[in-house]
């Protein structure tokens, strides 16, 4: 787009997302054991991209069973999707049974109380809506130990709770080699055996990409959906998903010794071009890319200096002489994936993603409907 439309522009930044790109990344992930059922998770807003959008094309591209993060985020997956399976992975938070009840979600419980709290409020109800069983195989965050859960199976808890599926979590599957993922593969295999009849599901991105030595009948990828990398070091299978692009809203030419930016951090060493972008931190571009993360003029790198700040960040443009007031800068976007921009920023993809802000005009392309 040679110049950043009206609206867009009026706004600070536009974000487009490709929903087109979405729906084959999941598609591409399934791909990768065509005999497993392959689930989306849709938590924090979809990653960034909007859940209200995302999850009626990803439900369209053939996913019926989805997991957020939160009963709130089942709430909303719930008002666009009628039909589907909605897990929420941070199990039964005291005092959110029966909103979870009322919206048909099912809570992962990861502890007894919790198995005792869901079995009561199914006998209570009368509504034998069911649950997933979090069993902790090496992140030591939720979930019973793998010895709670062998010492639970065939616990009359368990058929009082529903529980219908069995997961855990892995704790370095974008690192193939590491020991800890055969070590947790094994131990989930342990629960598998115990639970017989009860599916299990410990793929996540990463994951789907381990090949058939993982005990699993249900892949469960989120990230890479997003257009980030689930196998770091080699090619991204993924289709990129969003594109962050602002407008110039100033150049100007400085001299040697001038500073940019609070505090002068940045100091010219001969004359520059600097560009001024009208985004910043407040729009979740992180302040941590400040003279490490770089943006595209005309295709070229061109390097942030000083400070990033709340609404602005200032590029230099000397080597891109496409850059112009009112010309596009790409901040997200061609070579530079999410994946790169977070290297840049000194922190991951997730993070970039998750934090896309809500001043951004968002447009979506790609419509499978």
């Given at each position: 787009?040679?110049?950043?439309?009206?609206?867009?522009?009026?706004?600070?930044?536009?974000?487009?997302?490709?929903?087109?790109?979405?729906?084959?990344?999941?598609?591409?992930?399934?791909?990768?054991a065509p005999h497993i059922t392959c689930a989306a998770v849709v938590k924090a807003d979809a990653y960034g991209c909007g859940l209200a959008k995302v999850a009626p094309v990803l439900w369209g591209?053939?996913?019926?069973?989805?997991?957020?993060?939160?009963?709130?985020?089942?709430?909303?997956?719930?008002s666009v999707l009628p039909e589907a399976v909605i897990y929420v992975l941070n199990g039964l938070v005291p005092g959110s049974g029966p909103a979870l009840m009322a919206h048909a979600l099912r809570p992962v419980l990861g502890?007894?109380?919790?198995?005792?709290?869901?079995?009561?409020?199914?006998?209570?109800?009368?509504?034998?809506?069911?649950?997933?069983l979090h069993v902790d195989t090496g992140m030591n965050r939720?979930?019973?130990?793998?010895?709670?859960?062998?010492?639970?199976?065939?616990?009359?808890?368990?058929?009082?709770a529903?529980?219908?599926?069995?997961?855990?979590?892995?704790?370095?599957?974008?690192?193939?080699?590491?020991?800890?993922?055969?070590r947790q593969c094994e131990g989930f295999a342990q629960i598998i055996r115990a639970y017989p009849g009860i599916p299990g599901s410990l793929a996540n991105s990463s994951g789907c990409y381990l090949g058939d030595g993982i005990a699993n009948d249900l892949l469960r990828p989120g990230y890479a959906i997003f257009g980030g990398n689930p196998t770091p070091g080699r090619p991204n299978p993924m289709r990129p998903v969003i594109r962050l692009e602002a407008p110039i809203a100033q150049v100007r030419e400085v001299k040697a010794g001038d500073g940019a930016g609070y505090n002068a951090r940045w100091?010219?060493?001969?004359?520059?071009?600097?560009?001024?972008?009208?985004?910043?931190?407040?729009?979740?571009y992180p302040r941590s890319a400040s003279?490490?993360?770089?943006?595209?003029?005309?295709?070229?790198?061109?390097?942030?200096?000083?400070?990033?700040?709340?609404?602005?960040?200032?590029?230099?443009?000397?080597?891109?002489?496409?850059?112009?007031?009112?010309?596009?800068?790409?901040?997200?976007?061609?070579?530079?994936d999410v994946d790169s921009v977070g290297r840049a920023a000194g922190t991951i993809g997730y993070e970039i993603l998750t934090n896309l802000g809500s001043r951004y005009v968002r447009h979506y392309v790609g419509s499978i409907d």
């Open positions: 787009m040679a110049i950043i439309d009206a609206i867009a522009a009026a706004h600070g930044a536009r974000l487009t997302i490709d929903l087109s790109a979405i729906a084959e990344n999941w598609r591409r992930l399934g791909a990768q591209a053939g996913c019926r069973t989805f997991f957020v993060a939160h009963a709130s985020e089942g709430v909303t997956a719930r502890s007894r109380e919790e198995l005792d709290e869901w079995a009561a409020l199914r006998a209570e109800t009368g509504r034998p809506l069911p649950a997933a939720l979930g019973l130990t793998i010895s709670e859960a062998l010492a639970l199976a065939g616990d009359p808890i368990i058929a009082a529903g529980i219908d599926l069995l997961m855990s979590h892995l704790v370095s599957a974008e690192l193939p080699d590491e020991a800890i993922n055969r100091i010219a060493s001969g004359p520059r071009r600097l560009a001024t972008l009208s985004v910043g931190y407040a729009d979740g003279g490490r993360g770089h943006a595209l003029v005309g295709g070229v790198p061109c390097p942030i200096v000083g400070l990033i700040s709340m609404d602005l960040v200032i590029l230099d443009v000397t080597d891109a002489p496409a850059a112009r007031r009112g010309g596009p800068a790409t901040l997200i976007g061609d070579a530079l």
